[in-house]
Nanobody
Framework: QVQLVESGGGSVQPGGSLRLSCAAS????????MGWYRQGAGKQRELVAI???????NYGDSVKDRFTISRDGADPMVYLQMNNLLPEDTAIYYC??????????WGQGTQVTVSS
């Protein structure tokens, strides 16, 4: 089992920035990747960004060039730096921990609201 706890959500004006953090605990030695998904009101959950243990990254098309995912090599942490936030970025952001071949663990989510 892997437990994930997100922090750093909140409200910001369009064009602003936020940084999300996610801390993993439990059976972290088996984690292959960590990342972020989001779900807006009435929408399906979608990929934001994911980073593997080898630091390979993948981003959703709507956040490329605005968001940056990073990980702490020493600690089981993953971060999401979000710049130039847009109203359409408003969503609940969920931290993901992935163990191969096909087991995903999820955090409880943190709300991000972008509004003027």
């Amino acid at each position: 089992q892997v437990q994930l706890v997100e922090s750093g959500g909140g409200s910001v004006q369009p064009g602003g920035s936020l940084r999300l953090s996610c801390a993993a605990s439990g059976n972290i030695s088996r984690l292959y990747a960590m990342g972020w998904y989001r779900q807006g009101a009435g929408k399906q959950r979608e990929l934001v960004a994911i980073i593997s243990k080898y630091s390979n990254t993948n981003y959703g098309d709507s956040v490329k060039d605005r968001f940056t995912i990073s990980r702490d090599g020493a600690d089981p942490m993953v971060y999401l730096q979000m710049n130039n936030l847009l109203p359409e970025d408003t969503a609940i952001y969920y931290c993901l921990g992935r163990i191969l071949p096909d087991t995903d663990y999820w955090g409880q989510g943190t709300q991000v609201t972008v509004s003027s």
